[in-house]
């Protein structure tokens, strides 16, 4: 079975420009969840999607959107972006408790 | 909200020790309680995690025990090899759908 896919790997974007980053789940599973991992914060939760409906969101600005789709597939899109909000963004994809990450998008926002 | 420590932050062993890792979480509504481990370029894996009836899950060289009252749980790596070398996360989640959140995450490297 096919694991959690996140595109782009990589990315690089100039401060106050939007972007837009793309997962798809693991077949089957119906729950995305997003996180922010940086060195100085850890991995923090952004927020969680089932059956396209956002069930969790995470302390986090509203600059930071997210969406799913009828396939489960699920974006998230950061606007006007910051230095700070340079990381890497990952994506888990859930069933039941058990989440399974992807390899995440290092964004650097310069 | 839930609040997760980890310790130590580093761990250096030989190959063939022991390593614990240890957690604690502030939420006694906290019920699932899973480890992960990440590699450089990697995301987190999923290795072994255990819920709130039990008190110790092993899988081969790795085990997991929890203790409700005192609200802490710990990751035990037997027989420890270099390729166990990574960075570790315990994380717990209550209620409140699949909200991970995680502790600080400990460095471990096993020296050959």
């Known amino acids: 079975k096919a694991g959690v896919t996140q595109t782009p790997r990589y990315l690089i974007k100039t401060r106050g420009q939007q972007v837009t980053l793309s997962c798809s789940p693991i077949?089957?599973?119906?729950?995305v969840s997003w996180y922010q991992q940086t060195p100085g914060q850890g991995l923090q939760f952004l927020f969680e999607?089932?059956?396209?409906?956002?069930?969790n969101k995470g302390n986090f600005p509203g600059r930071f959107s997210g969406r799913q789709f009828s396939n489960s597939r699920s974006e998230m899109n950061v606007s006007t972006l910051e230095l700070g909000d340079s990381a890497l963004y990952l994506c888990?994809?859930?069933?039941?408790?058990?989440?399974?990450f992807g390899p995440g998008t290092r964004l650097t926002v310069t | 909200g839930e609040n997760v420590e980890q310790h130590p932050s580093t761990l250096s062993v030989q190959e063939g020790d022991s390593a614990v890792i240890k957690c604690t979480y502030s939420?006694?509504?906290?019920?699932?309680f899973p480890w992960y481990k990440q590699e450089l370029g990697k995301g987190p894996q999923l290795i072994i995690d255990?819920?709130?009836?039990?008190g110790e899950k092993k899988d081969q060289r790795i085990a997991v025990t929890l203790n409700k009252t005192a609200k802490h749980f710990s990751l035990h790596i037997t027989e420890t090899q270099p390729e166990d070398s990574a960075v570790y996360f315990c994380?717990?989640?209550?209620?409140?759908?699949?909200?991970?959140?995680f502790g600080g995450g400990t460095r471990l490297m096993v020296k050959p």
């Open positions: 939420d006694s509504a906290s019920n699932y």
């Open positions: 077949s089957g599973h119906r729950s």
């Open positions: 888990a994809s859930s069933l039941g408790s058990e989440q399974y």
């Open positions: 994380a717990a989640v209550g209620n409140a759908g699949n909200m991970l959140t």
């Open positions: 999607y089932f059956s396209e409906t956002q069930r």
């Open positions: 255990i819920r709130s009836n039990v």
